[in-house]
Nanobody, 122 residues
Framework: QVQLAESGGGLVQAGDSLRLSCTAS??????RGWFRQAPGKVREFVAS????????YYADSVKGRFTISRDVTKKTVYLQMNSLKPEDTAIYYC?????????????????WGQGTQVTVSS
C-alpha cells in the first residue's frame, strides 16, 4: 500500500498563495489527483496529473489559479494555489490513481492521504 503525505496547508488571506505537496512512500506509475472537502459539502475534484505529466485536468472553479505539477523524481506532486478565495477553504486530499492516466473521478483513485487544511480569510 502506498502512503501519501500532504503538507503545505495553512491560514492565509484572500488573494494570497499556497503550495501544497504530496509525497508518496514509494514510486508508483500512477496518476495523482487533488480533491477537497469543505464543511458540510461533498468532496470535489480539484486537479489531476498523469504519470508522465502529459495530461492535466482542472476543475472549472480553479482553472487559471491553481497549477498541478510533479517533481523530477515523480514521487512528489505539487498544487500551486494562487489568488486564493474564501470559497477555497477546505481540507485538501491527495490521491493516487489505479492507472497512469489522469482522472477527475474519485472512484479512479485507490490511495488517499490524510488531508491538509487550507483556510482563506476574507
Amino acid at each position: 500500500q502506498v502512503q501519501l503525505a500532504e503538507s503545505g496547508g495553512g491560514l492565509v488571506q484572500a488573494g494570497d498563495s499556497l503550495r501544497l505537496s504530496c509525497t508518496a512512500s514509494r514510486l508508483t506509475f500512477s496518476a495523482r489527483g487533488w480533491f477537497r472537502q469543505a464543511p458540510g459539502k461533498v468532496r470535489e475534484f480539484v486537479a489531476s496529473i498523469g504519470w508522465n505529466s502529459g495530461n492535466l485536468y482542472y476543475a472549472d472553479s480553479v482553472k487559471g489559479r491553481f497549477t498541478i505539477s510533479r517533481d523530477v523524481t515523480k514521487k512528489t506532486v505539487y498544487l500551486q494555489m494562487n489568488s486564493l478565495k474564501p470559497e477555497d477553504t477546505a481540507i485538501y486530499y491527495c490521491a493516487g490513481a489505479r492507472s497512469p492516466s489522469a482522472s477527475s473521478l474519485s472512484g479512479d483513485y485507490v490511495n488517499w492521504g490524510q488531508g491538509t487544511q487550507v483556510t482563506v480569510s476574507s
